[in-house]
């Protein structure tokens, strides 16, 4: 893989570290949540503190539907629905509850050892037309 920074004096484990992701993630406007198949949430950047009004300690603690004050798990969620290899649900809309933005959902489960480990859910708000 060709690296962007030609020229630059960090190396490509320099590039891809975990601040380096964090620190870009976080400056995306759109909401990044990361939990694990128990719906956990274990990563959230700044675009969803603001969304959701709490803090990623907060959140770090919830379970992924509560975000969207929901005690219980999407009725359209894809964890524990999808077959590796199957194509995920398309694209959902959902409302944050805070604020009343209404955002489209996509989500990216990501498999280990044939196991679904973590889901990465991208929420970008819908454009008016």
């Known amino acids: 893989m060709r690296s962007l ?3 630059s004096k960090m190396d490509q484990s320099e590039i891809y570290t ?3 992701m964090n ?4 400056t995306i406007e759109e909401v990044i949540v990361i939990h694990d198949a128990d719906h956990n949430i274990l990563w959230m950047n700044h675009a969803g503190e603001k969304a959701f009004g709490i803090n990623v300690d907060k959140a770090l603690t919830m379970k992924c539907h509560q975000l969207f004050k929901n ?6 969620c894809d964890v524990g629905t999808v077959v590796i290899g199957e194509p995920t649900n ?6 944050i509850p805070s604020t009343g933005t209404i955002v489209e959902c996509k989500t990216v489960p990501y ?3 044939g196991k ?4 990465i859910q991208c929420l ?3 454009k008016e037309e």
């Open 111 to 113: 498999y280990k050892d």
């Open 5 to 7: 920074l030609l020229g």
């Open 124 to 126: 970008r708000p819908v």
């Open 90 to 95: 398309p694209v959902r809309r959902k409302t």
């Open 18 to 20: 975990e601040k380096l």
């Open 23 to 26: 620190l870009i993630l976080d």
């Open 71 to 76: 005690s219980i798990p999407c009725s359209d």
């Open 116 to 119: 679904m480990e973590l889901v």
